[in-house]
């Protein structure tokens, strides 16, 4: 008998997948996705969404609000993507995985039905979690984007609200090569009359932004217009920005910075969901304590591992890499401890904006995770070594991870980043 994987490696090896082969997978418009979804009856139509896009964050503001549902008492879809280790990991209930045995009767059910269509991976992802949340009659569901927002396969929905966490330069070839524009794509998300939240303001974005929820008459909520925020040890307080008065202070057990502003943007989120849903329960901070056991969230700088401290982190961008950088320096335990870095990237990055970020008094561990989009680690380290980064190179990520355990004494800190398929592989390594 085959394996569920082996009949998952059949399954979508004849749809093309951007998270593996790039942007010969991505397909534009929204015909094919509305195509299969009348084969299987419009099941996004009986559920109650909220969509999230954005360049950073929306996996973690997605699952912020998932947790807040839960915590309220609701059976909670959560769509996601990309997956880290197991592609279930995209199609989630109350934090569960979807089961095996409901991916395989999707395909059983639909795959012929399907061919003449050609579907991409995500599209075909997409289809089978409308299908799963609605068979299982969920009470809400949360939606991350996939790419972009105007086309992607997500936005056919008609949510009960929009948003945005944040805009800066990544998918250029596809989106634009401005802010502007990116932004532009991302408020396609924006529907008559559904209120929309904006986590972060930019000079360039909020114009559209602005413009496009005054067309649609959407309810304008600019999260970090409203708010302010202020983290001491642990405690965030949230403050209006124009009275400075404390609204709200709750607990936060992430050690990463950056999940502040995604904090901030759910919290104005939340707010909103209360005035449209009417919720009279205050269960916005149990929501960010229990996010990653309600929702099952991995790959956010996550720890894998005490002595040495070992985290790993999905960021992979201009703006994520930044963060992590000042980041990971502030998880070193004394001065005189070192920070060595196990690092890949895919090809189609722009690595010449990106590796001045990189620390120059880090050791790098620089290799290339097993897909086709992956940079070559020589070409790699190449490039890191003209940017006077100090770096060796391994064909694996197994084989870079070991050479930094090795490395390491207990007082210095492994960090695992530059590629969701990286952190994948390591993810496996430490199950």
């Known amino acids: 008998m085959e394996s569920y994987q082996e009949i998952l490696d059949k399954i979508f090896s004849a749809y093309p997948m951007y998270h593996k082969v790039g942007s010969s997978a991505y397909k534009e418009g929204l015909e094919n996705i509305e195509a299969l979804l009348d084969i299987i009856g419009n099941p996004q139509r009986n559920l109650r969404c909220v969509h999230v896009a954005g360049t950073n964050g929306k996996g973690s503001v997605s699952s912020f609000l998932s947790s807040y549902f839960q915590e309220l008492g609701y059976k909670t879809g959560l769509f996601t993507s990309p997956h880290l280790v197991d592609f279930r990991e995209r199609i989630r209930i109350n934090g569960a995985m979807i089961p095996v045995e409901k991916v395989l009767e999707f395909f059983e059910q639909y795959q012929e039905k399907f061919a003449h269509l050609e579907p991409s991976f995500f599209e075909i992802t997409t289809a089978l979690a409308f299908h799963y949340f609605a068979e299982q009659k969920v009470d809400f569901v949360v939606i991350e ?3 972009g927002g105007r086309l992607d396969a997500t936005n056919v929905i008609t ?7 944040n805009i800066s330069l990544e998918h250029t070839q596809l989106l634009g090569d401005t802010v502007a524009k990116i932004a532009r794509e991302k408020a396609g998300i924006i529907k008559d009359k559904v209120p929309v939240v904006i986590g972060e303001y930019d ?5 559209v932004f ?5 067309h649609h008459d959407a309810p304008f909520f600019p999260a970090d217009v409203n708010y302010e925020y202020t ?3 642990g405690t965030l307080g949230i403050y209006d920005k124009e009275t400075h008065e404390k609204v709200y202070s709750l607990f936060t057990p992430f050690d990463a910075h950056y999940q502040d502003k995604n904090i901030l943007t759910f919290y104005q989120a939340a707010k909103v969901l209360e005035f449209i849903l009417n919720i009279q329960e205050d269960k916005i901070g149990l929501a960010v304590r229990n996010m990653r056991e309600n929702t099952g969230l991995i790959g956010r700088w996550q720890k894998l591992s005490d002595h040495p401290r070992i985290l790993c982190d999905v960021g992979h961008n201009y703006a994520c890499l930044k963060n992590s950088m000042s980041n990971i320096y502030e998880e070193k335990s004394s001065n005189d401890s070192k920070v060595h870095v196990v690092f ?4 189609d990055k722009d690595i010449d904006h990106i590796l001045p970020l990189l620390r120059k008094e880090f050791v790098y561990y620089v290799c290339r995770a097993h897909i086709e989009r992956a940079m070559d680690q020589e070409k790699l380290a190449a490039k890191m070594r003209e940017q006077g980064l100090s770096c060796n190179t391994y064909p694996s990520v197994k084989e870079a991870i070991a050479a930094a355990k090795s490395a390491a004494t207990e007082e210095d800190v492994v960090f695992i ?5 990286v952190v994948g592989e390591a993810l496996e390594e430490f199950d």
């Open 231 to 233: 983290n001491h040890g």
């Open 203 to 207: 000079p360039e974005s909020f114009p």
């Open 145 to 147: 984007v996939g790419l």
């Open 210 to 214: 602005e413009d496009i929820a005054l």
């Open 159 to 165: 949510p009960l609200l929009s948003v945005i966490t």
């Open 417 to 421: 980043t530059g590629s969701c398929f």
């Open 344 to 347: 890949g990237m895919v090809s």
